[in-house]
């Protein structure tokens, strides 16, 4: 229901006037074929492992999560309150699909998951994120990643 | 979110991202991108669907086939409704916002309803062996009472050296939800994340608690303060049924 006839009148006027970063040229990676390509996920969800240090407002920093981490450790510190936090309460694999990408992987639909994946959390205004995004992959191409999939919130 | 598509793909690395709304990735023009028709928070879709949340997986694993962009595709499955979508007929076991006293404060009914709420707490911690309570590194009482002390005239001091009392504030906020909705999920039938929000929106003292917040904080100078309460305790969607018609948003003079 995220479409913005789903909102009232306030929604519907909140996400209408929000800026939004403009970018002049497409600049476009090619992609090997999935079934060799090694994947990695970015969640702009605030989600952290307990115990990590929680999100702050205008937070640029992310926070590790490791391919096996445990869905008892994963905890969410978004500052917005204006989405559904139900569905990550019930199971994880709705904001982080990390089982469901496991199993495409030992289904040979995808070549192999990344060993760690990586939080932001995507209420900071993006230029801010932009000199950490940059570094950050590096450090995905020092695993091998191929391509990356970003699942906001 | 489109926005680190961009950076990903100027530094080599091929993305493929979810849309949450379309009007959005339209601006953005991210390299690749699946718009979803789903409620935000649940870019997935459905929780406890392997079969539903694979399908969606896969749709955007696709868009990396495509040979040129921008890509942005929609995906053309609804989530399934699942639950019920509102409390009528629901049989609540706890009894919430009836005072044990006429002069009981909003804490006292804040911690009531705690307590009729824990073991429908404890009972859906056991059954999903996970809880996302706990941010705040306080016990469920200590998060009531830190944010009511927030309502005193002068804010409280951070319990934690590592986090400012405004940082507390949102943490204990997000944990005191998160006990309610999760209490919420123990009873046998389930509702939708939207039903679960008005219930607690509608029906609770703690909902009311965070209305007497979000009026605290915008009332005070500081800037961070005013920003956690016109933004970061009730959600916009709820605004209506506290009378709220602001839109900060806009600058004045403009509709």
Redesign the interface.
């Known amino acids: 229901?995220?479409?913005?006839t789903d909102?009232?009148d306030?929604?519907r006027?909140?996400?209408?006037?929000?800026a939004?970063?403009?970018?002049a040229t497409?600049?476009?990676?090619?992609?090997?074929?999935?079934h060799q390509?090694r994947?990695a996920m970015?969640s702009?969800a605030g989600l952290q492992r307990?115990g990590d240090?929680?999100f702050?407002?205008d937070s640029a920093d992310y926070r590790l999560l490791p391919g096996d981490v445990r869905?008892?450790d994963?905890?969410?510190?978004h500052?917005?309150?204006?989405?559904?936090?139900?569905?990550?309460?019930?199971?994880h694999?709705?904001?982080f699909?990390i089982?469901?990408?496991n199993?495409?992987a030992a289904d040979g639909?995808?070549g192999s998951v990344a060993s760690i994946h990586y939080s932001?959390m995507?209420a900071t205004p993006?230029?801010k994120?932009?000199a950490t995004?940059?570094a950050?992959?590096?450090l995905?191409?020092q695993d091998r990643?191929?391509?990356?999939?970003?699942?906001?919130? | 979110m489109g926005a680190l598509g961009h950076y990903l793909e100027s530094e080599g690395l091929p993305t493929a991202g979810f849309s949450l709304i379309r009007l959005h990735t339209e601006k953005i023009r991210p390299p690749r991108a699946l718009w979803v028709p789903f409620e935000l928070g649940r870019p997935l879709g459905v929780p406890n669907d392997a079969a539903f949340q694979t399908r969606v997986l896969k749709a955007l694993l696709a868009t990396l086939a495509e040979p040129a962009g921008p890509v942005l595709a929609d995906y053309p499955e609804e989530a399934p409704s699942g639950g019920t979508g509102d409390m009528s007929g629901m049989a609540c076991p706890i009894i919430l916002d009836r005072p044990a006293a006429a002069e009981e404060t909003l804490e006292a009914s804040v911690l009531r309803e705690i307590r009729q709420l824990q073991p429908w707490y404890d009972l859906a911690r056991e059954r999903r062996q996970r809880t996302t309570f706990g941010s705040a590194g306080l016990d469920i009482e200590g998060v009531a009472g830190f944010l009511a002390r927030w309502l005193d005239p002068s804010p409280p001091v951070s319990p934690r050296p590592d986090q400012s009392p405004e940082a507390m504030l949102k943490l204990a906020a997000e944990d005191l939800k998160a006990f309610y909705f999760e209490a919420m999920a123990g009873q046998p039938q389930p509702m939708t994340g939207r039903a679960a929000a008005d219930w607690f929106w509608g029906e609770t003292s703690a909902a009311r608690l965070f209305a007497a917040l979000r009026e605290r904080c915008i009332a005070e100078i500081d800037p961070d303060r005013q920003f956690i309460g016109h933004n970061l305790l009730v959600p916009r969607e709820q605004w209506t049924r506290f009378g709220i018609t602001e839109r900060w948003w806009r600058a004045p003079g403009t509709t």
């Open positions: 229901m995220a479409r913005l909102f009232d306030i929604g006027d909140y996400y209408q006037s929000m939004m970063p403009s970018f497409l600049r476009w990676a090619p992609a090997k074929p999935v390509s994947i970015i702009t307990r240090r929680p702050a407002v869905a008892a994963l905890v969410m510190s500052i917005s309150t204006n989405f559904d936090r139900t569905g990550f309460q019930e199971d694999n709705v904001v699909p089982d469901r990408l199993e495409l639909v995808i932001f995507g993006p230029a994120l932009e995004a940059r950050l992959a590096g995905l191409k990643v191929d391509a990356v999939l970003l699942v906001p919130v």
